[in-house]
C-alpha cells in the first residue's frame, strides 16, 4: 500500500478516536477541560492533516485538469482550515480555562468575535464534508468508486446533526468508503497523473 493509500486509512482512524474519546470525556456529563479534551482534538486536527492529503489524492484520480475535482479539493481544504481554527481555539481554550465554565467563557468569547462564528462553525466546516461529497461523486462517475462510497461519506456529513455520539460509526462508514481507494496502486496514482 502506497502512502497516498495509507492516508485514507489513517484519517478516518483519527476522527473515530476523536469520536470515541468524545464519548468518554462526557460520561461524567461534562466535557473538557482536560487529558480526554485535549488528546480528542489533537487526534481530530491530525487526522485533518491525512484527510487532506487524501483529498489531494483523489483530485490526481480523477484527472489534474478535472474540475469537478479541483472544486471539491478546494472546498475540503476550505472546509479543513475552518475546522483546524474551530479545534485549534477549543484545544487553547482548554488548555487555558481552570474548569468546564472557564472554558465555556473563553470559548464564548472567542465565537463572538465578528465572523467567527460564520466561517469557522456554521459554514466553513460543512465544506470539509460538501467537498468529500463532490470528490466521491467524481470518481464515482468515472468508475473509481463503487456508488455506496460517496453515500456512506453524504450518510457521515449528516450524523453529526442527529447526535455527536455518532462520530466513531461516521468514522467506520469513512473506512469503508475509501477502503477502494487505500488498496489504489501507486501505478494508479501515475496513470491518473498524465491524463
Do not use: N
Not at 486509512?9 to 466535557?31: K, N
Not at 479543513?80 to 472554558?103: E, K, P, R, S, Y
Not at 465565537?111 to 466521491?136: K, R
Not at 477502503?179 to 496513470?191: G, V
Request: charged share 15%.
Amino acid at each position: 500500500m502506497t502512502s497516498s493509500g495509507r492516508d485514507f486509512l489513517v484519517a478516518p482512524v483519527l476522527f473515530g478516536a476523536y469520536g470515541v474519546i468524545r464519548i468518554l470525556d462526557g460520561l461524567d456529563d461534562v466535557r473538557g477541560p482536560g487529558l480526554a479534551w485535549t488528546a480528542g482534538h489533537l487526534c481530530f486536527l491530525a487526522g485533518l492533516v491525512f484527510f487532506v492529503r487524501g483529498f489531494a489524492t483523489m483530485r490526481t484520480l480523477a484527472g489534474r485538469r478535472d474540475r469537478w475535482a479541483r472544486a471539491g479539493l478546494a472546498l475540503g481544504v476550505v472546509g479543513a482550515v475552518a475546522l483546524t481554527v474551530q479545534f485549534g481555539a477549543d484545544v487553547v481554550t482548554g488548555l487555558l480555562a481552570d474548569d468546564h465554565a472557564d472554558m465555556a467563557r473563553l470559548s464564548d468569547d472567542f465565537g463572538s468575535l465578528p465572523g467567527v462564528e460564520l466561517a469557522f462553525y456554521a459554514v466553513g466546516p460543512m465544506l470539509f464534508f460538501v467537498g468529500q461529497i463532490v470528490l466521491t461523486l467524481r470518481l464515482y462517475a468515472l468508475r473509481r468508486l463503487p456508488v455506496w462510497a460517496p453515500c456512506l461519506v453524504f450518510a457521515t456529513a449528516l450524523m453529526p446533526f442527529a447526535t455527536k455520539d455518532l462520530i466513531p460509526l461516521g468514522a467506520l462508514f469513512l473506512l469503508l468508503a475509501y477502503a477502494p481507494l487505500a488498496r489504489s496502486s501507486s501505478a494508479d496514482r501515475t496513470a491518473a497523473t498524465r491524463a
